[in-house]
């Protein structure tokens, strides 16, 4: 059987994007600005101490639709890009749907995701900033994985405070971290204030990306002679302009296929594999050129920050040492319960994510794991690729969406981002192939508590 559309499609190394696409510069409204607590505007000097100086340029910039991508990201970025664009006729001969079923597969290289995209930028800023130590969190593993070898590709020191409860379930993530020369350390830890702070009030926490994100914040500002910096792997306005990436190769694909999506479909977190994919999409639709796409956003139901939070100014971090950003929030004391989708067990959401969202041009679910984990499977069967539990969250909104075009009979162009593989995730397959994987929803008491520690701001939010 020849199909007209292959079931890969890989662009040429010379068609890798030579710019990221800034979704801000198109926005009818940008994202509200970034605050400090005492409610003001935040300023390149004030975020200059957390932030290298080019990345807080590119935080700042709501103006600016093409930012050039330096010659030495490029290189390494060929490496391992660009990555295919796949068609998934077998899961749509499974699913017996009229629909076209694509996904973009960011799980070529080491760290098995699209972290890297963006880690090789920002560890790129540092070494040309003359820094010496870099620090961060991450949850799954798969954020500090990246920049582990992002670091030790440009000779930097990295500390890496991975999530308590995903540092025991995924040892050989600290494994990769450290063949990479990082130094890993389980969050909430001993080694910082705030990390102290947060084992003396729970001391059997199982951590969380906000406090993961403080620790991390407090070891970078106490770096000697100002060498260090701290560095995140999704939320901020930075790390969604570097991941465009993705969805500007998705758009070229797709255009030499013929093809334009209906429906565009991203696992939510913190927002920038999501904000990442749809950026060109999101543009023809703000613009007018396509305004009937879909964009979904799926979370999990038990860390419900854009179906069951709220829109308003929080801390990104747990410890409150962060400034403030307009996000989709379950409020910076939310403790997360320690399902098996570590990479999206975040308070908060992306303010691109978030105004989008919130202005309507984009539709958010949340789903259970357990549903999750059987899609994973049905997917793995059908496609060969065993996913990460939070791009399964995806795959199944994406199975659902073809689902509905058997009904309707509609050949409807569905495209995800596949941005994860999941083998280091084998004790949550295993925990649900052998019945034991549960679902949880918060309960309306433990949003409230979660929504108590929202600020207050005098004059901007009460």
Not at 22 to 34: I, W
Not at 113 to 124: G, M, V
Not at 266 to 271: I, L, Q, T
Not at 436 to 450: H, I, N, Q, V
Request: hydrophobic fraction near 35%; proline fraction near 6%; charged fraction near 25%.
């Amino acid at each position: 059987m020849t199909n007209q559309i292959p079931y890969r499609l890989y662009l040429r190394e010379d068609q890798i994007p030579t710019q990221w696409y800034n979704l801000r510069a198109d926005m009818p409204e940008p994202p509200e600005p970034m605050r400090l607590a005492d409610g003001s505007v935040a300023t390149h000097e004030d975020l200059s101490p957390v932030f290298c100086d080019a990345l807080v340029e590119q935080e700042l910039d709501d103006e600016t639709a093409y930012v050039d991508i330096p010659e030495g990201v490029r290189e390494m970025y060929k490496v391992y890009r660009p990555s295919p664009l796949c068609r998934a006729y077998n899961l749509e001969r499974a699913l017996g749907t009229p629909a076209k079923i694509y996904y973009k597969f960011e799980g070529n290289n080491t760290s098995g995701s699209h972290k890297l995209n963006s880690a090789i930028a920002q560890a790129y800023y540092a070494k040309e900033q003359d820094l010496e130590k870099i620090t961060t969190e991450t949850g799954a593993g798969q954020w500090g994985t990246a920049l582990s070898e992002a670091a030790d590709h440009f000779g930097l020191d990295l500390d890496v405070f991975m999530v308590k409860c995903s540092y025991n379930q995924k040892p050989f993530r600290r494994n990769i971290m450290e063949t990479f020369h990082a130094t890993v350390t389980p969050s909430p830890s001993e080694m910082t204030e705030v990390g102290k702070r947060m084992l003396a009030e729970h001391p059997d926490s199982t951590g969380s990306l906000g406090t993961a994100i403080s620790e991390a914040v407090e070891r970078a500002l106490n770096v000697p002679n100002n060498k260090g910096r701290y560095q995140l792997g999704s939320v901020l306005n930075q790390v969604v302009l570097h991941q465009s990436i993705i969805g500007l190769e998705s758009y070229c694909a797709l255009e030499e296929l013929g093809e334009y999506p209906d429906i565009v479909i991203g696992c939510a977190g913190g927002g920038s594999n999501l904000g990442g994919l749809i950026a060109p999409f999101m543009r023809d639709k703000l613009k007018g050129i396509k305004p009937d796409t879909r964009f979904i956003a799926v979370e999990p139901a038990s860390c419900p920050s854009l179906t069951r939070g709220k829109y308003a100014y929080d801390y990104a971090d747990t410890g409150q040492t962060c400034p403030l950003v307009k996000m989709y929030t379950l409020g910076n004391g939310f403790l997360p319960n320690p399902d098996h989708a570590g990479g999206l067990r975040y308070h908060g959401m992306s303010p691109i994510v978030s105004k989008l969202k919130h202005d309507g041009y984009m539709e958010a679910i949340a789903v259970k794991q357990t549903d999750v984990f059987a899609a994973a499977e049905e997917f793995a069967r059908q496609e060969t690729i065993l996913p990460a539990p939070e791009s399964a969250h995806a795959i199944y909104a994406a199975m659902e969406e073809a689902k509905k075009c058997i009904e309707t009979g509609e050949e409807k162009v569905i495209l995800f981002g596949l941005t994860g593989t999941g083998y280091f995730d084998m004790y949550a397959y295993d925990a649900f192939n052998q019945g034991k994987m549960t679902d949880y929803e918060p309960t309306e008491e433990e949003l409230a508590a979660g929504f108590a520690t929202i600020p207050v701001i005098p004059g901007i939010q009460e």
